[in-house]
């Protein structure tokens, strides 16, 4: 089959969750035998002479990559090609018509947006999205609001407005100070609502035309059932790893006399790392040590807030980066439980899997996709979201019941293989293939 993936953004300049997860499965069926190639988003401040798009067709790791560049400044419109861009609409449409793919497969949304499901449908491509956030319902993605706090669901237009106005310091000032006044204030910017009424019909009416919208949590699946997507589209599909064997002497960890407490992930505000130093601190246990693995200077305030919370504790540091599968199973050998304090919903975080494979303990926030992944007591706990408190006590359990590590330490929930998430994959794209000519194409 010759498929094409479609992805905000794509190693080696960008390396987050989807990006990976997109990669390995771009060359998990390469090595298939189907012919693959990938579209994304290099840049976004600069494109063609003319101001319109311009693109690039490179290769990494052995697998064809089409770099889109264009500038978000010179868009006719910018609010609108937030959620439909027409020139990737356009040159996507093209190009389908010279490259003739089998099918498209779309992660996320983000500045691809919904014109590549648009682009597919006029040629007449099944079509299939991974939903591996929240793009498709908030423009900021995660559905957390820009005065820090989570959006309430179903999403309201009138809610995202007033979130939108108040990634404005002055803005959210006013609404901390006169909240009922601001929210009614911005239920009657009628233009404003009505753009994003206009967004959220558009991407709505996307993925109801689209053949397939895979999600890695039933989470994520019952959040856009009530965004109006028909549930029969939509199918659960946990995501796999891509991990070596690991065998007794690799998941051994060193004993110690100490509690050894992890973060493995982005410094960054939505991941809650503040939530797990507040926790700490309220232990005076010297027993108590906290790895932060991460890197620290993408986000130099929040970074800068972190030390600030830390202070003098010795026992809170921050642990640096690790690289490849040996450094992170070495990393996750120094840690007795990890802990995944994100402040948003999450989807399926591919750090509690990572976890479960190195048998280490996983310490969660109770909601999102990170709730159905922790089973208490089988290889996890869980704690009230933002409740520095309540994860104090869950340490502080740690360090006095001496048998507790070693009850959470003993099951483990099963984790897929890389090679078991392409097969499920390839499965899918066959089934939507064999029907397509009786949706047209």
Known sequence: MRIVIAIHHFPPTYTAGAEWQAFRLARGLIARGHDVRVITIEHVDRGAADGTLAWEDTTYQGVPVRRLAFDLARVPDRDGF????????????AWFRELRPDLVHLYSGYLMTGAVLEAAESVGLPRMVNAVDFWFLCRRITLLRSDGRVSELPVRPEACVQCLA??????????RLLPGLMRRYYAGQTAAVARIVERMTYLRERLNATDLVLVNSEFLRETYIQ?????????????????????????????????????????????????LIEAARRVTDPRLRVLIYGDATRFPEYTAQLKRLIGSDARITFAGTYRGQAEQAQALRTVDVLVVPSVWYENSPNVILEAYAHHTPVLAADWGGMAEMVEP????????????????SLFERLLTEPDLLAQLGRDFPSVKTLDQEVEETEAIYRQLAAVAPASGA
Do not use: M, T
């Open 166 to 175: 108040e990634e404005q310091r002055r803005n959210r000032f006013l609404g």
């Open 82 to 93: 937030e959620f439909r861009n027409l020139w990737i609409r356009d040159h996507l449409e």
């Open 377 to 392: 007591g089988r290889g996890g706990l869980k704690y009230p979201p933002g409740d520095a408190a309540a994860l104090a």
């Open 227 to 275: 965004f109006g997507v028909s549930p029969e589209r939509i199918v659960f599909l946990r995501q796999g790893l891509d991990l070596p064997a690991l065998d007794p002497v690799v998941l051994a960890k060193p004993p110690a006399d100490e509690l050894r407490v992890g973060y493995f992930g982005q410094i960054a505000p939505q991941k809650g790392i503040h939530v």
